[in-house]
């Protein structure tokens, strides 16, 4: 499998990684069990995968402690990413999380420590000098933000921080990162980690009508707010759009003879921009064949395919504009 390096952090990782946020239980994923969990991340490592990616909030810890126990005695193979909720990055809370991380994760290091959502209540400044802090103790070995915007990226380059990644939200359907985040990243050689590739199934051809699409995974701009009761973002959503393009990629997919849910992910991969693109699974089964078809799209791409994608999804694009937090919009979008 292809790998690339993750900014300038010398960190050379899979382009496809194994993203964990589900591992655990929790809110709208139901009863997760945990040796399905670790049979997952076995997986991913058996196809060569060697970068997870998990978060101090998933499910409270438990996916990183799940992520801790799968890497026993494989850990030095592995680079862990994972992200501190930025409500917790004021100087001696940070530290105080790092080391809660850690624990759970059965390590004495993280390979890339990524704030999660821009920091509002306290000083950016403080935080990533804190930060810069942990790295020098070797308890990071890179820092990477998450969810950031043009202004949140500004404010954090500003600090001088070292930044290697901006891990946002991408995928056929969510392209509000091309129009101005991208540019300002390429600018700064800061790469993008692509996370919901497959939009949570979306991508994946499994509904045809956006009344099939379970309430928890109809929150996003895509959809009308009353698709959901836990809909945040108020605006009318962009559904005739989105479920003409994903006939069109599905009518790609079919004249390429590889599954739709390889095309989408090789999509994000075959983007000079990303470094890594986060494989969403909690089965293995489905991992294994996810990655299969994805490698199996690569092979009959060309660059007249991604142009084609990107032509089926403009009017998507279009419709759901620069703003890359696909929950909430306006005054109380997150990112900036
Ligand atoms: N930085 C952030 O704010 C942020 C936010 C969200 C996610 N992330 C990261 O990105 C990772 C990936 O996100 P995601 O899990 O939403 O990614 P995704 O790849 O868009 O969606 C994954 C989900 O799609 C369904 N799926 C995938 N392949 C399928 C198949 N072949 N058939 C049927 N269903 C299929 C599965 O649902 P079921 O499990 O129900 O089968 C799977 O859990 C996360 O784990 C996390 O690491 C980061």
């Keep these: 499998m292809e790998k690339r390096f993750i900014g300038n952090s010398g960190l050379e990782a899979t382009v496809y990684a194994l993203g964990t946020m589900p591992l655990g239980g ?24 060697n970068i997870l990616d998990t978060a101090e909030s998933y499910n409270n810890g438990r996916a990183e402690e799940i992520v801790g126990k799968a890497l026993e005695g494989r850990r030095d193979k592995v680079i862990i990413a994972t992200k501190i909720s930025p409500q917790n990055t004021e100087p001696a809370t940070l530290r105080a999380h790092c080391e809660a991380s850690l624990k759970r994760l059965r390590t004495d290091y993280i390979d890339l420590y990524q704030v999660h959502w821009p920091i509002r209540d306290h000083s950016v400044a403080d ?5 810069e802090q942990l790295q ?20 954090v380059l500003a600090t001088g921080a070292p930044i290697v990644s901006n891990q946002m939200h991408y995928n056929l359907l969510s392209r509000a990162i091309e129009a101005e985040i991208v540019p300002l990243c390429q600018q700064h050689g800061i790469d993008i980690i692509a996370y919901m590739p497959l939009l949570q199934g979306l991508l994946v051809g499994l509904y045809d009508r956006p009344e099939q699409v379970p309430p928890f995974r ?13 809909s945040r973002h108020g605006q009318p959503g962009a559904e005739e759009e989105v479920f003409a393009a994903l006939r069109q990629i599905r009518a790609i997919a079919d004249d390429l003879g590889v599954p739709m ?9 075959a983007k000079p921009f990303i470094c890594n693109v986060l494989v969403g699974s909690r089965k293995p089964q489905q991992l294994v064949a996810n990655i299969q078809a994805a490698l199996e799209a690569e092979k009959v791409f060309t660059p007249d395919t991604v142009a084609e994608l990107d032509r089926v999804t403009e009017e998507v694009r279009l419709k759901l504009g620069n703003n890359p937090d696909y929950w909430q919009s306006g005054e109380a979008s997150r990112s900036r």
């Design 218 to 230: 109809a929150r996003t701009r895509h959809f009308k707010p009353e698709r959901s009761e836990a």
């Design 261 to 269: 849910v390889g095309v989408a992910l090789a999509w994000v991969a």
């Design 127 to 131: 935080a990533l000098a804190t930060m």
């Design 26 to 49: 929790g809110s709208g994923w139901g009863q997760e069990d945990e040796q399905q969990g670790i049979e997952t991340i076995h997986a991913a490592l058996d196809l060569g995968i």
């Design 136 to 155: 020098t103790e070797g308890k990071i070995r890179a820092i990477g933000v998450s969810n950031h915007g043009v202004q949140d990226l500004q404010e």
